[in-house]
DNA sequence: GCTTGCCATGTAAACGATTACACCTATAAT
DNA sequence: ATTATAGGTGTAATCGTTTACATGGCAAGC
């Protein structure tokens, strides 16, 4: 049944024009006189043509692909940002890639390899952790403009990136506390190497600052994001003479693994304890009790930084300015917080 | 800084063979004396080569590049059998590409033309919601051979599948819910139009009767996999003068959504009612109550279907049996289910 | 009527690898 | 000694596009 697919000479001929002809009515059809055009377009047709990708990427040498670096694929929280990146890439004719850096073979790990032979021609990085090698050979072989962070990024790095005003949730959630009568306000922090863990950080002592808060060091617990961490921390606080009587946690993840905790505990959220959390997760909502959180906008994310990458790609030429895209955080009070 | 990329030609003439022999040592080092081989290897790292996929592409006529087709990238279930799957292609030099096949523009959606243009030489669907159109035409493009299910799959589709034994999952479900003594069970199910669905609600019905269980249709609602369908039955349960006394959820979010709704009516789980999911995903294990549910190794799903993938398309002539891979998948009891 | 310029098209040279085929030893077989 | 064989290497064709450059025709300007 099937034969060997039609290649642009067979279009060439069935169209009664030259291969170059029929490679310009695809794309470029300005440059071409009406009746050529739909000539070809009908032989395309007629032919069932497709070109080849391999060959064009070649030709061109470029890849029509970029590479989205997970940290954690197994990770819900990334999906998300993946379907916005997906989608902002939808119509545009250039083939996502995703590998998890994690998982990633040692031998497998120079990040410049996928440019440097020709894999992709841009990478949208949801990975702050790359390491100096990584971004010293980024520099090197001069990939640095085509590269975004979405999420997440490396401190000075000089590369665009799209990000939650992550800040600006910090003080709200704290703001959000304190106006239900909390003063006793408590932080689990995400992992200790991570930029999200500092600025969420910075913005809750800021805050609790600027509202005249205790500053209680023993109050900042280290977690890492996980259902583990905040289950860890709800121990911590149990154990406390002087507890918090309000959490702010860096997650949403956190936030139920310490609720839970907290209940095994019999501590009741939010009678007892107040807790907010961060990101807004599909199941923040349907928890229980529901949970009271700082909503990124993870869609937006992702579909932001396809179009910035996308607009990297398009005007090279472009300057490959440090910008930072603050896409801004709502709360979204639910069940989990309530007044002192 | 950066010179333009060494070709293969560049490390031939610095190791003083021809490119034929370059092309050998990489490809096909037996071939090589071993000096010579040596040799190439020096240029090869003196000159930092790296074969251009391009090209190579071009002339093997493959893309070294598979698709995962995913429902709904958002969907948090998917993101663990994804990190199974770039698991498996880790160390095999192959890339992954993903697509959204329910945010795919119109026109793209003809999925044989990643095949035909070079894209990808193999795909791996965790949707078994594909169109006849599509079954067909890999048929006619002879592309069948390529492609494999995991999770979900195509009714009578001659692809080779890995799922995990969902029939047997909503055996020992129910099975779980009678040794506590539960008699009147309900189920609320998946999408309609779903194979899981269909399986797991005949698996629970098998188990009902065989265990001599009253047979009720109205005990039989209807889902989506959704937090929020897991909603909406708990507000039918509530509604029934006649309730059951156990609830075998087709998901976990489902679980969660139910209890949610359960608790919002002022219904204990598991007091008053005993809970039942199925997957097992993360937050399952931290939930308030941590819920009883069937485990699907989702890695082990991933890997499964990469190594099948793998197989298929390195014995090209292996017949392209509809073999279905069969995963265990056990019982977490936890505390959403208690003695009647 | 002849030049000039422009526009639509064609011709053919890239792009950078793989590999069929040819060739050239060196060794084994006769 | 001569031929056959095999193994190692080189030469050059090939994969299917895109695009620089060449070409030819036609309209406008003199």
Known sequence: ??????????????????????????????????????????????????VNRAARNLRKQSANAILVLVPNLGNPFFSKILEGISEGFAGSDVSVLITDSNHLPEHERRLTDYFLDGRIDGMISLDGNLT????????????????????????DAPMPSVRSDNYKGAQIAVQHLYELGHRRIAHVTGPADNRLTHVRREGMLAERQRLGLPQRPDWIIRGDFSL???????????????????????SDEVAFGLI???????????????????????????????LT????????????????????????????????????????????????
């Open 1 to 50: 049944m099937s034969e060997k697919p039609p290649r642009i000479q067979d279009v060439a001929r069935a169209a009664g024009v030259s291969t170059a002809t029929v490679s310009r009515a695809l794309s470029n059809p300005d440059l071409l006189t009406k009746p050529t055009r739909e000539a070809v377009f009908e032989a395309v047709r007629s032919t069932g043509y497709r």
């Open 132 to 155: 100096t090698t990584d971004m010293t050979e980024f520099a090197r072989e001069n990939v640095g403009d085509r590269i975004v962070f979405a999420c997440e990024w490396v401190q």
């Open 228 to 250: 583990r961490s905040g289950r860890e921390a709800a121990q911590r606080i149990v154990a406390m003479q002087d507890r918090p009587s309000a959490v702010f946690c860096a």
């Open 260 to 290: 839970a905790g907290l209940n095994a505990a019999g501590l009741r959220v939010p009678e007892d304890i107040s807790v907010v959390g961060f990101d807004d997760i599909d199941q923040a909502e349907h928890y229980v009790p529901a």
């Open 293 to 340: 959180t700082i909503r990124q906008d993870r869609i937006g994310l992702g579909r932001s930084a396809a179009a910035l990458l996308l607009g990297q790609m398009t005007n090279a030429h472009n300057a490959p300015a440090a910008e930072v895209e603050l896409l801004d955080v709502t709360l979204i009070a639910r069940d989990s917080t309530a007044p002192r």
